[in-house]
């Protein structure tokens, strides 16, 4: 099939819920793909920082394979081996002592939130309100869609799920003013990945992790996006010094494989007991073996090292541009989430990028995204920008 063989058939059988490029990329490496057609592109997408680790990274796919010749699914009714070894390589890894598994990010937020409730209700308290943030994004499920305090995400699908109350990201004083003794939990991304690539203030996570010690409410991390190296650190919040009580990871966690995961302290998820919450697929056999093998390759092969020093030289050879070009306002990331604001809208550019060869997205209308996999090199993100200093040049 051609690229225009696959947009045909799409447009005329799959539910058009996505704006797509007119090309299908069929076969990927490393930080490179191919469409249909044959053209190569570089990728700074990474299937939306799913493959940090590179497309079809040889270690996951090794695991996917020899995984699916011996077992490919079966339920949670009996223990799942490679589960177990994920969820445990989790918690040495980070501030967690159990871990529920699902399918996708939007998944892993409903568990935190299910959680939560639960917590408060087996504690004998009537919390169960969640504080959550303006620009926030937390998936497209009902309650999911309810705590992303996006209303272009909300729009049609009213009334929402009650119970949320967004204050602006980044304000201690407002969230200090929301707290109530309905307050179950405050759900916030470290760094908003969607409204645009939003860093918090040194000192806001730690801010809020007192305050919520204080109020005595459940202080939930969304990492889907942040998490699993992309920033430098495995998650986002060791930058910040402040750890949740839950947390949520899927899009980087399996080398592409589609998973999700609920981390939590002991204390608050033994409020989740058998029958509480379950999923049919979630924590299979083939998800969490590409999870074990994705999460000791990025420890193994120094992601995080390569993440933080190419990361840091994309942030540079991008803020050569301000001054250089009279749209270009802002360059903010850290590590490989990096993001372009521009004074004018992405979607031109990120298109004509596309046409030469490079793969970027354009989120929150004027702020293009950068999200190479872990392992870029700086001759890369040389090319990269190569192609898009043309462009650019091509509009000024
Ligand atoms: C992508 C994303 C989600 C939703 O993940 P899905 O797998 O699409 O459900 C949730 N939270 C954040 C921060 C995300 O970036």
Partial sequence: MTNEDVVRLTD???????????????KGEGSRVWDANGKEYLDFVSGLAVCNLGHCHPAVVRAIKEQAERLIHISNLYYIAPQAELAELLCKNSFAEKVFFCNSGAEANEAAIKLARKYFHDCGEERFQVISMEKSFHGRTMGAMAA????????????????????????????????????????????????????????????????????GILLIFDEVQVGMGRTGVLFAHEHYGAEPDIMTIAKGLAGGAAIGAMLATERVASAFTPGS?????????????????????????????NCSKVGSYLIERLNDLIGVYPFVREVRGKGLIVALELTIPGADIVNRCLGNGLLINCTAERVLRFLPPLNVTEAEVDEGLGILKTVMDGLS
């Fill in 148 to 215: 992303t305090g996006q209303k272009k995400v909300q729009r049609g699908f009213e009334p929402l799920l009650e119970r949320f109350v967004y204050v602006p990201f980044n304000d201690i004083d407002a969230v200090e003013k929301a707290v109530t003794d309905k307050i179950a939990a405050v759900i916030v991304e470290p760094i908003q990945g969607e409204g645009g690539v939003n860093l918090p203030h040194e000192d806001y996570l730690r801010a809020l992790k007192k305050l919520c010690e204080d109020a």
């Fill in 277 to 305: 919450h379950a999923s049919t697929f979630g924590g299979n056999p083939i998800a969490t073996a590409a999870g074990v093998a994705a999460l000791r390759a990025t420890i193994a092969e120094d992601m995080l090292g």
């Fill in 12 to 26: 005329r059988y799959v539910a058009s819920t996505y704006g797509r490029f007119p090309i299908a990329i069929v």
